[in-house]
């Protein structure tokens, strides 16, 4: 009844960016907070950021001064722009929209970085 969709995922170099899209359908009027998250082989997914209603945004240490997220919603959609990307950066991202008392998340989009 709600679905996330992103995409943009690919294999860029190191330094390089790459700008990721989550485009939100369903049972919603418009989108509300929505957050960004990664997970790397092995390890635990890691929250990446965060996109208010109005606008206001917040991100994990390690990206700070290298990824924005922005909203467009005319478009039901986030984004997630990624400059200066390094190897450590690379991993599946989610994005993820709570409605309520539930959380709903995307398939993930993969994010390779070549060293």
């Known amino acids: 009844q709600v679905q996330l969709v992103e995409s943009g995922g690919g294999l860029v170099q190191a330094g390089g960016s790459l700008r990721l899209s989550c485009i939100a359908s369903?049972?919603?009027?418009?989108?509300?907070?929505m957050e960004w998250y990664r997970q790397a082989p092995g390890k635990q997914r890691e929250w990446v950021g965060i996109?208010?209603?109005?606008?206001?945004?917040n991100y994990v240490s390690s990206v700070e001064g290298r990824f924005t997220i922005s909203r467009d919603n005319a478009k039901n959609t986030v984004y997630l722009q990624m400059n200066s990307l390094k190897p450590e950066d690379a991993g599946v991202y989610y994005c993820k929209m709570k409605v309520g008392p539930y959380d709903y998340w995307g398939q993930g989009t993969q994010v390779t970085v070549s060293s």
């Open positions: 369903g049972s919603i009027g418009s989108i509300n907070f």
């Open positions: 996109i208010s209603k109005g606008g206001s945004t």
